[in-house]
């Protein structure tokens, strides 16, 4: 049976909160006001800080200005949007890696709480078949402004990594897991090697205590 190889996407994959990124681009087109702008700003600096701990009510609040937005619309505006911008914040490093475990056929998945049109578009270009994401909710071809379900957050992502091994009928044996945030404890907890990427001071203190690997990046590849 194939091993299991998890991603986090933002620290891990990309440079920084592709969220965050998509966030800007959409104010420098002017598809979304300042105030609305400035107030998810201000919670990615205190999501950064620790400050939030759960970002579900703000995931929410985030993606209402797509109320009524074709899907079709929003899909060609996230490809320029990675075309533009996000895909010159991916790691070299992680291109390494994902290369490595390709070499030893290993099972690629990423696992975030980014929504699902931004994961599955890195997902395409890394050449990864698999993807957990935050999904919206969409009817006849429009978003209605809301998540579907629950965000791939903490124990959440845990659970949705588990469902996705049940219905593909694999196996968390010699599994591996990459993330850079204390959120994701219950992933690592899960796997047989984990990795913490560039981790937050309070993943930084579990890795060291219990003795887990530390990796390092601090390149991104060359678009040109």
Not at 63 to 81: M, T
Not at 163 to 171: P, Y
Not at 177 to 204: E, G, I
Request: aromatic letters at 14%; glycine letters at 6%.
């Amino acid at each position: 049976m194939q091993e299991l190889v998890i991603l986090d996407l933002d620290g891990v994959i990309i440079n920084g909160q592709s969220q965050q990124f998509f966030l800007n681009y959409l104010f420098k087109k002017k598809m979304v006001g300042l105030f609305f702008y400035l107030k998810l700003s201000f919670w990615f600096v205190l999501y950064k800080l620790g400050i939030i701990k759960d970002p579900e009510r703000i995931m929410k609040a985030s993606y209402s200005f797509l109320k009524g937005r074709n899907c079709e619309e929003i899909a060609a505006i996230v490809g320029d949007f990675f075309s533009e911008q996000l895909k010159k914040f991916i790691f070299s490093e992680i291109i390494g890696i994902i290369d490595e475990h390709n070499r030893k056929n290993r099972e690629l998945l990423i696992a975030s709480n980014a929504v699902d049109f931004i994961v599955k578009r890195i997902a395409d270009f890394l050449g990864i078949k698999n993807y957990i994401a935050t999904k919206l909710e969409s009817a006849g071809g429009k978003f209605s402004g809301e998540i579907s379900g629950e965000i791939v957050y903490g124990e959440k992502k845990a659970g949705a990594v588990r469902s996705f091994i049940k219905e593909n009928n694999l196996s968390l044996s010699g599994s591996w897991a990459y993330t850079d945030h204390f959120s994701d404890l219950p992933l690592l907890f899960l796997v047989d090697n984990p990795r913490v990427v560039n981790p937050d001071k309070f993943l930084l203190f579990e890795a060291r205590k219990r003795n887990w690997p530390i990796l390092k990046f601090k390149n991104i590849i060359s678009t040109k």
